[in-house]
T-cell receptor, first 115, second 116 residues
Framework: ETGVTQTPRHLVMGMTNKKSLKCEQHLGHNAMYWYKQSAKKPLELMFV???????ENNSVPSRFSPECPNSSHLFLHLHTLQPEDSALYLCASSQDFREFDNIQYFGAGTRLSVL | DQQVKQNSPSLSVQEGRISILNCDYT??????FLWYKKYPAEGPTFLIS?????DKNEDGRFTVFLNKSAKHLSLHIVPSQPGDSAVYFCAAISTHSNFGNEKLTFGTGTRLTIIP
């Protein structure tokens, strides 16, 4: 399998649930990203990891908790979410964000619905 | 405050004709620009990019033009094909960022429909 794979593709959860989103990249990249896409809004960068170190936390609420155990895997742990957190969550990877042309490659996303 | 704007939410073009998608930006620190294409149920895929040292970059049927003084870029697709029907996102980077080039700032996208 190649590219960036996200699981699950769809997730419905209650506000008291705890769930995790998983992302795996098979591109040999060193940087991984979580984005949120809400309806009619631009993609919002949430977290960035470069060589497993978190370099960016874009003012994301603590109910979202990222984990990057290695350069190929990225998780987003979710707990006590709100209905307004319903969105498409996209994972991306790139070779190294210090490169000039930081082309990011995206997974298909997880469509999250919070009831 | 949206720093990258795609003011046309949708665009319909006849097959074989030219599609022109527009993007405006406000941050003068942006110096590298990318276009992504997104099909339903898939993630965005990289299409073409341009550095601010250029005013044009061409790749097959796709050409991106950059007008720095107007803070405007456009993507031209010619000839348009039915498979080009997708949502197109414009994105920008400031390579002078203190931390690296991780911050892609995206527009809201334009849905292009090619009419057979």
């Amino acid at each position: 399998e190649t590219g960036v794979t996200q699981t699950p593709r769809h997730l419905v959860m209650g506000m008291t649930n705890k769930k995790s989103l998983k992302c795996e990249q098979h591109l040999g990249h060193n940087a991984m990203y979580w984005y949120k896409q809400s309806a009619k809004k631009p993609l919002e960068l949430m977290f960035v990891y470069n060589f497993k170190e978190q370099t960016e936390n874009n003012s994301v609420p603590s109910r979202f908790s990222p984990e990057c155990p290695n350069s190929s895997h990225l998780f987003l742990h979710l707990h006590t979410l709100q209905p307004e957190d319903s969105a498409l969550y996209l994972c991306a990877s790139s070779q190294d964000f210090r490169e000039f042309d930081n082309i990011q490659y995206f997974g298909a996303g997880t469509r999250l619905s919070v009831l | 405050d949206q720093q990258v704007k795609q003011n046309s939410p949708s665009l319909s073009v006849q097959e074989g004709r030219i599609s022109i998608l527009n993007c405006d930006y406000t941050n003068s620190m942006f110096d590298y620009f990318l276009w992504y294409k997104k099909y339903p149920a898939e993630g965005p895929t990289f299409l073409i990019s341009i550095s601010s040292i250029k005013d044009k970059n061409e790749d097959g049927r796709f050409t991106v033009f950059l007008n720095k003084s107007a803070k405007h870029l456009s993507l031209h697709i010619v000839p348009s094909q039915p498979g080009d029907s997708a949502v197109y996102f414009c994105a920008a980077i400031s390579t002078h960022s203190n931390f690296g080039n991780e911050k892609l700032t995206f527009g809201t996208g334009t849905r292009l429909t090619i009419i057979p």
